[in-house]
């Protein structure tokens, strides 16, 4: 039987050593504060900003809200990144997505402050990582790196598969291992479309999976003791136990969050394994506040 690796409780030990670092650093003048950049009205960007006000009041930080009607300018909102640029009190930016089509994300992203850069998108921020010198490492694949290491795996020469590589998750969490001296492979779409993923995922000692695609890996495609990361989320149907739809008491199907593992059979086989929910979500959460006291630091001159 696998050890289900708790993000939860991962996320709760990280989060005091957030609040001591965040008292030390208050001793000395500084409180580290994040801005969120909202443009327009996005559900799911609405509901990470509140996320984000919510998780900075828990550990102490300043927070501010800076959530501008839909038909902002690409101009104007980029004025207003330089303007937290520019504000002492703000720490890092971080910029909710997606925005407006008439905003580019690249206007937005190129604009912050490389030290300020809290989500670790800038092409500056993306390079540094790449030549093995990360100072502030994008959220989700820091997340995975750090459930990793808490669980006591020894990088040096594992045989690590990513399945996924986009540049929010896939990329960086290889880059992440790789410079920890892990041997990387990724796959993607076009590996599963040319019939070859079992082939690598089974060679896997570490297991990344980033598709977005609820039960794509099943036990065959496991190696027997093998750890499994699962960034996947997906909302899901719920099934009876003859495959048809529980409905909820207004008629509508019942919904639920999975991951892209079929966790039930896969954690029969490995040696542990993260849920979703209770993975590394509730790490990423945790990441962005410990990059945004990096950044306090950095600003402030202090290693
Ligand atoms: P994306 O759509 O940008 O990239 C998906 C990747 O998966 C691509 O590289 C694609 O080639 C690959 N892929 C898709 N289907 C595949 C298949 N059948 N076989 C092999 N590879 C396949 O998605 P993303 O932004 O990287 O996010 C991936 C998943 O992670 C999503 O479910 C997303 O919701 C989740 N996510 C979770 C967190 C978190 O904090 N837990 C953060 C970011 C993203």
Known sequence: MAQIIDGNAVAEEIKKEIIEETEKLKAKGITPGI??????????ARMYR??????????????FDKSLPADTTEEEVV???KELNDDPAVSGILPLRPFPPHVSDSAVINTIRVDKDIDCFHPFNMGRLTLGEPTLAPCTPSACIELLER?????????????????????PVAL????????ITVTHIFTSQAGNLAKHTTGADILIVAAGKAGLITPDLVKEGAVVIDVGINRVKVLDEEGNPVLDEKGKPKTKTVGDV????VKEKVKAITPVPGGVGAVTNM?????ALTAAKMQAGIE
């Open 176 to 183: 992440l291992a790789l410079n920890r001296n892990a041997t």
């Open 35 to 44: 801005a969120t950049l909202l443009v327009g009205d996005d559900f799911g």
């Open 151 to 171: 669980v006591g795996i020894d990088f040096e020469g594992a045989e690590i598969v990513v399945v996924g590589h986009s540049n929010i998750v896939g990329k």
């Open 50 to 63: 509140g996320q984000v006000e919510k998780n900075c009041q828990s550990v102490g930080f300043n927070y």
């Open 262 to 265: 079929d966790f039930e059979n």
């Open 287 to 291: 990441m962005l506040l410990k990059n």
């Open 79 to 81: 004025n207003i990144v």
